[in-house]
């Protein structure tokens, strides 16, 4: 499991001149209908630190695959918006990554396994983080 994610990101960069990470933040906003999110919650969704969130989207954005906009009102709280750029990136790099991801794990697995998996895989979410609601019986 821990050589999975290396690999992922080997092969996005290969076929799509993207890191997994970029890949992420990318498919987080592309499944927004407004493709905006805030860069918060993008960080939750993608496990990921707001500082290196931060980077990799300044990255993103010197690219026009996405851009940044303040959130009106109090405090600190900027959007990410992906570009009809980010979005046609995402949308032409997504057949080879589920492809990789059939290669790399699913194709491996019985239909039991992949059952065991998402039950394992819940129980650990939940000892994670207990407050996060995808992790109480929902599904995406």
Same mark, same amino acid.
Request: proline share 4%; net charge positive; hydrophobic share 45%.
């Given at each position: ?6 690999? *992922?990101?080997?092969? *996005?960069?290969?076929? !799509? %001149? ?5 890949? &992420? $933040?990318?498919? $987080? ?9 805030? &860069?918060?919650?993008?960080?939750? @969704?993608?496990?990921?630190? *707001? ?12 690219? @026009? ?7 009106? +009102?109090?405090?600190?709280?900027? %959007? ?5 750029? +980010? ?5 032409? !790099? ?5 492809? !990789?991801?059939?290669?790399?794990? &699913? ?13 394992? +895989? &819940? !129980?650990?979410?939940?000892?994670? %983080? ?6 109480? +019986?929902?599904?995406?």
């Amino acid at each position: 499991m821990i050589t999975l994610p290396a690999a *992922l990101d080997a092969r *996005l960069q290969q076929e !799509a %001149n993207l890191t997994f990470f970029e890949y &992420m $933040v990318l498919a $987080v906003l592309a499944e927004r209908d407004d493709r905006t999110m805030q &860069m918060s919650d993008i960080a939750a @969704g993608v496990s990921a630190s *707001l500082s290196r969130l931060s980077h990799v989207v300044a990255k993103l954005e010197k690219q @026009g695959l996405l851009c940044r906009s303040r959130v009106p +009102g109090s405090g600190r709280r900027t %959007n990410a918006t992906l570009t009809d750029a +980010g979005h046609a990136k995402v949308v032409a !790099a997504a057949p080879d990554h589920v492809a !990789a991801v059939r290669d790399y794990f &699913m194709d491996a697995l019985e239909p039991a396994d992949v059952a065991t998996m998402q039950r394992v +895989g &819940m !129980a650990v979410a939940r000892c994670i %983080n207990p407050a996060r609601p995808f992790f109480h +019986g929902a599904t995406r």
